[in-house]
């Protein structure tokens, strides 16, 4: 489903990403650990191209870019009609995608949405503005309105790092539901607990680079490289 070969980004003098290899297969969820700074979210940026790396290649379902110069509008859509970034701040109404884009019938968008928003339990929630949601019921909203698109993938950068814990709650069990379903996903989270439930693979990132990766069963318990094994301790305590 996805494939990253040698993905290099940088900002002016810093290197953020350093050669980056990363396969995810159909139904896989991974989930990407590391530290502040470790290039976690730039990653998951690039892979939709909201970020553009400088070189390495980038192929999600049978779209690839190779990176290097100014891509081209069209792979760039192409590449994102594969797989949706469910922001945080894009929380329109979870039609306007469809029938914008995909060119979906008002009704046929209408009734659709609605059954997402009642899927992510927010069915009483559907004329209601964003700014009368609460942070929680936002994430999910915004969940719905990845579905909306029909995604094959969709990635999550920190999605209950804002949230109390009832509200963060409420966005893990939706993922979980996903994830049953069989939807890939990439998560950047440190909610171990969720990563040990749901992940089947996770993938610890340091200095650009990934350094480890593993199944949750042996990437907790018996990690082999010394900069994982020092971080679970300080996310655990």
């Given at each position: 489903?996805?494939?990253?070969?040698?993905?290099?980004?940088?900002?002016?003098?810093?290197?953020?990403?350093k050669?980056?290899?990363?396969?995810?297969e159909?139904?896989e969820?991974?989930?990407?650990?590391?530290?502040?700074g470790?290039?976690?979210?730039?990653l998951?940026?690039?892979?939709?191209?909201?970020?553009e790396?400088?070189?390495g290649t980038?192929?999600?379902?049978?779209?690839?870019v190779?990176?290097?110069?100014?891509?081209?509008?069209?792979?760039?859509?192409?590449?994102?009609?594969?797989?949706l970034?469910?922001?945080?701040?894009a929380?329109?109404?979870?039609?306007?995608g469809?029938?914008?884009?995909?060119?979906?019938?008002?009704?046929?968008?209408?009734?659709?949405?609605?059954?997402?928003?009642?899927?992510?339990?927010?069915?009483?929630?559907?004329?209601?503005?964003?700014a009368?949601?609460s942070g929680?019921?936002?994430?999910?909203?915004?969940?719905?309105r990845?579905?909306?698109?029909?995604?094959?993938?969709?990635?999550?950068?920190?999605?209950t790092?804002?949230?109390d814990?009832?509200?963060?709650?409420?966005?893990?069990?939706?993922?979980?539901e996903?994830?049953?379903e069989?939807?890939?996903?990439?998560?950047?989270?440190?909610?171990?607990?969720?990563?040990?439930?749901?992940?089947d693979?996770?993938?610890?990132?340091?200095?650009?680079?990934?350094?480890?990766?593993?199944?949750?069963?042996?990437?907790?318990?018996?990690?082999?490289?010394?900069?994982?094994?020092?971080f679970?301790r300080?996310v655990?305590?």
């Amino acid at each position: 489903m996805i494939s990253v070969r040698g993905l290099h980004k940088r900002f002016g003098d810093l290197e953020v990403l350093k050669g980056i290899d990363l396969y995810v297969e159909r139904g896989e969820v991974v989930v990407i650990m590391g530290p502040s700074g470790s290039g976690k979210t730039t990653l998951i940026r690039c892979l939709n191209l909201l970020e553009e790396p400088e070189r390495g290649t980038i192929g999600v379902c049978g779209a690839e870019v190779t990176c290097g110069s100014r891509l081209p509008v069209r792979q760039v859509r192409e590449l994102r009609r594969r797989n949706l970034f469910p922001h945080l701040t894009a929380l329109q109404n979870v039609m306007e995608g469809p029938i914008s884009v995909r060119r979906v019938p008002r009704a046929e968008a209408s009734a659709r949405g609605r059954e997402l928003l009642a899927r992510v339990g927010l069915e009483d929630k559907c004329d209601c503005y964003p700014a009368k949601l609460s942070g929680g019921q936002k994430q999910r909203v915004a969940i719905a309105r990845a579905l909306a698109m029909e995604p094959e993938v969709i990635l999550f950068d920190e999605p209950t790092s804002a949230l109390d814990p009832e509200l963060h709650a409420e966005v893990l069990q939706v993922m979980r539901e996903l994830a049953r379903e069989g939807m890939t996903m990439v998560v950047v989270t440190h909610e171990t607990a969720f990563a040990r439930e749901v992940a089947d693979r996770v993938v610890f990132m340091d200095g650009g680079t990934v350094i480890e990766q593993g199944p949750p069963s042996s990437f907790f318990t018996a990690p082999d490289h010394p900069r994982v094994r020092a971080f679970l301790r300080l996310v655990a305590s």
